[in-house]
């Protein structure tokens, strides 16, 4: 299977591509806006995953093309380059693609970190309202802290959340996160259930102030 | 110390006062707004406690007696409950006297639970506008599953996030939270903070209804 990550060059892109390159056997998609940038962040990657004694099968190009060879396409993109991003692909993605969408909305004020919830309900419902005809979008990766994810050596135990209203692209985007070793799906219901899971983001943000234990965090649910 | 639980006849009020009377030395006064109900239930949960074979230090009262004795008062009533309960017993708080709100505002729908966020910001912040002056509000336990928290022989190893802007109030309840065995508090910043802890109740809802290994659900922040 073919995983893409638009905007995968970026912190949250460059985790997932990481995990998905050692611990699959997928070809992991990164794009771009700028092909050249994602071949060089594509060399990165593997230099590093050489450096941790691993190694994947990983491969570069601009959004659209990335977009095109992706089964799934994960949106590593900030939330107000989401809607954007999807459109500037949306010829790209077939039928049956899975589009994945890990974007929170976040403000901060004086007393911290605020869930920024748009209009639609939900960033996630803003990315199902972007997408093509035919094209589920399922919400997933939205509380995962990028820099410990991106270290192979850091070993992760933790859960996601997931929703979606398409049960077999839930399915498919369960695989895929529970293909990351100690990451663990946790099914959360439909689309409507996304803001409380992208609101998490924000808790997870203030608790790092507090406690620089937390700075990095992770949530299990048991 | 004296802690009260208004509305402490309800299920979390029940789980608190079980695990603070086994835990702690403190005195945990049960208020409802039926003074003769609350010396019935302090009757079960003496009863309770002897089961597992601890005792603890216990007394039922009316909701103004019960806030007139404690230092500590925690608001276990329902969210549309919450600014009556604070109104009628506001006259028997002092000031340094701390009100603790674990209420949460869910609404269900076919896709799952929602958090019902209060114009006020969240139901903490209703339960500050309520407060007498003088008297800090912190917001706790919000998260936690009462049933296994009532059955005594469940090992707790959780986390309840934290949120007050009284920092000596907030030390208090956080010393409160971490008397009872295997529960940690986490501090979330201020009460503007407040919306994000309520809101993740809906999720744990939402995953309960999704997978019946966590339909009691805890969450861990690490």
Redesign the interface.
């Known amino acids: 299977m073919n995983v893409t990550l638009l905007g995968g060059t970026g912190d949250i892109g460059e985790a997932l591509a990481l995990r998905w390159a050692r611990d699959t056997d997928h070809t992991v998609v990164v794009g771009s806006r700028d092909a050249e940038r994602a071949r060089e962040r594509v060399a990165d990657y593997e230099r590093a995953l050489s450096d941790y004694g691993a190694d994947g099968d990983l491969v570069g190009c601009g959004n659209a093309e990335a977009a095109a060879r992706g089964d799934v396409v994960v949106c590593a993109v900030p939330a107000y380059h989401l809607t954007d991003t999807i459109d500037a692909v949306a010829d790209s993605l077939e039928p049956g693609d899975v589009l994945v969408s890990p974007a929170v909305g976040i403000k901060h004020?004086e007393?911290?970190?605020?869930?920024n919830r748009p209009g639609a309900g939900s960033v996630t419902a803003l990315a199902d309202r972007a997408a093509p005809e035919g094209v589920p979008v399922v919400g997933a990766f939205h509380n995962l802290p990028a820099a410990p994810m991106a270290d192979l050596d850091f070993e992760i135990d933790a859960d996601t959340?997931v929703v979606g209203d398409d049960e077999s692209a839930v399915a498919t985007v369960v695989d895929l996160v529970e293909a990351i070793e100690g990451l663990d799906a946790?099914?959360?219901?439909?689309?409507?259930?996304a803001?409380?899971?992208e609101?998490?983001t924000?808790?997870?943000i203030?608790?790092g102030?507090?406690?620089r234990?937390?700075h990095d965090?992770?949530?299990?649910?048991?």
């Open positions: 004020d007393a911290g970190a605020h869930y959340p946790r099914r959360a219901g439909g689309l409507a259930n803001a409380e899971v609101g998490l924000a808790l997870l203030n608790l102030k507090h406690d234990d937390l965090v992770w949530v299990r649910f048991d």
